[in-house]
């Protein structure tokens, strides 16, 4: 079982940044990749982002780019969304999650991360 914390969510102004984090429970966090999903009302749950065990791999939702990036911490056991530059379609709830599999690909369906976090609320207003 791992459990999933996120933090950091907040209103923000549209232009303006945020970090968002994850904390993990559990020896085996680096063995899990790490992705960031969000769903703003009305639509269906997202992906964001993926970081790979070692963190040396990412990958960003396309229309995301240039604007978030992902990283993580095994230390620490932590996962970081660093968001910028946010406009007022980034409003959602912001879910991290863990995909157990063992292959090394970063994978974006929703289905197929095995745990999640309750999620972080993040308003941009204009």
């Known amino acids: 079982q791992v459990q999933l914390i996120e933090s950091g969510g907040g209103l923000v102004q549209a232009g303006g940044s945020l970090r968002l984090s994850c904390a993990a429970s559990g020896r085996a966090f680096k063995l899990y990749k790490m992705g960031w999903f969000r769903q703003a009302p009305g639509k269906e749950r997202e992906f964001v982002a993926a970081?790979?065990?070692?963190?040396?791999?990412?990958k960003i939702a396309d229309s995301l780019q240039g604007r978030f990036t992902v990283a993580r911490d095994n230390v620490r056991n932590f996962v970081y969304l660093q968001m910028n530059n946010l406009n007022v379609e980034d409003t959602a709830v912001y879910y991290c999650?863990?995909?157990?599999?063992?292959?090394?690909?970063?994978?974006?369906?929703?289905?197929?991360?095995?745990?999640w976090g309750q999620g972080t609320r993040v308003t941009v207003s204009e």
């Open positions: 970081v790979s065990r070692s963190g040396t791999d990412t």
């Open positions: 999650a863990a995909d157990l599999n063992l292959a090394a690909t970063l994978r974006i369906m929703a289905a197929e991360y095995a745990y």
